[in-house]
């Protein structure tokens, strides 16, 4: 089945760096790869996905990057604020498309 | 708010009894997921089910069983419940039966089984 790996598992940065959080999956058949925000006590939510024909995805502050033949995507969030700190999960379609399947997700902690 | 409804936010019970978790989708999506969130362990799928019908089961215990109703709500029992089944329980949805469309997540059910 697939395996995705998620780096690194917490982030501290300063308010105004960036931060780069990194995945890798193993089924080349993989075609979908959204990112998840949870912050402390809530649920996961939705910040942006990319499919497979695309190589860059960009909404405001936020940037995913996917390299189909590396088998990796990254999530990039610029000009970081402390409400973006949250954990964050990547997750890729399993053979068949029908479910995901989500890294063991990424703590950002952004310091004022 | 997601439109995903989960019942009950929080449920304490002892080891060896039995629980269900309520999940109603959001308005139009006909596929309902079933994950399990513990500490360190992320997201782990259990099971998926499309219009009534189970679509995919990923790592659900043998004590663990879900059906979707034609309503379309779905319920996730647990029984035999040991102190490791303590977690939360994320309900998802999505409009399809595949995953090329987002899912929405709902509150989740926080299970703590002493």
């Known amino acids: 089945g697939e395996n995705v790996e998620q780096h690194p598992s917490t982030l501290s940065v300063q308010e105004g760096d960036s931060a780069v959080i990194k995945c890798t999956y193993s089924?080349?058949?993989?075609?979908?790869f959204p990112w998840y925000k949870q912050e402390l006590g809530k649920r996961p939510q939705l910040i942006i996905d990319i499919r497979s024909n695309v190589g860059e995805k960009k909404d405001q502050r936020i940037a995913v990057t996917l390299n189909k033949t590396a088998k990796h995507f990254s999530l990039h969030i610029t000009e970081t604020q402390p409400e973006d700190s949250a954990v964050y999960f990547c997750?890729?379609?399993?053979?068949?498309?029908?479910?995901?399947?989500f890294g063991k997700g990424t703590m950002l902690l952004v310091s004022p | 708010d997601s439109g995903v409804t989960q019942t009950p936010k929080h449920l304490i019970t002892a080891t060896g009894q039995r629980v269900t978790l309520r999940c109603s989708p959001r308005s139009g999506d006909l596929s309902v997921y079933w994950y399990q969130q513990s500490l360190d362990q992320g997201l782990q799928f259990l099971i998926q089910?499309?219009?009534?019908?189970?679509?995919a089961k990923g790592n659900i215990l043998e004590r663990f069983s879900a059906q979707q109703f034609p309503d379309l709500h779905s319920e996730l029992n647990l029984s035999s419940l040991e102190l490791g089944d303590s977690a939360l329980y994320f309900c998802?949805?999505?409009?399809?039966?595949?995953?090329?469309?987002?899912?929405?997540f709902g509150n989740g059910t926080r299970l703590t089984v002493t």
């Open positions: 998802a949805s999505s409009v399809g039966q595949g995953v090329s469309s987002p899912l929405h």
């Open positions: 089924d080349s058949a993989s075609n979908y």
């Open positions: 997750a890729a379609t399993t053979s068949g498309y029908s479910t995901l399947t």
């Open positions: 089910y499309y219009n009534g019908e189970e679509r």
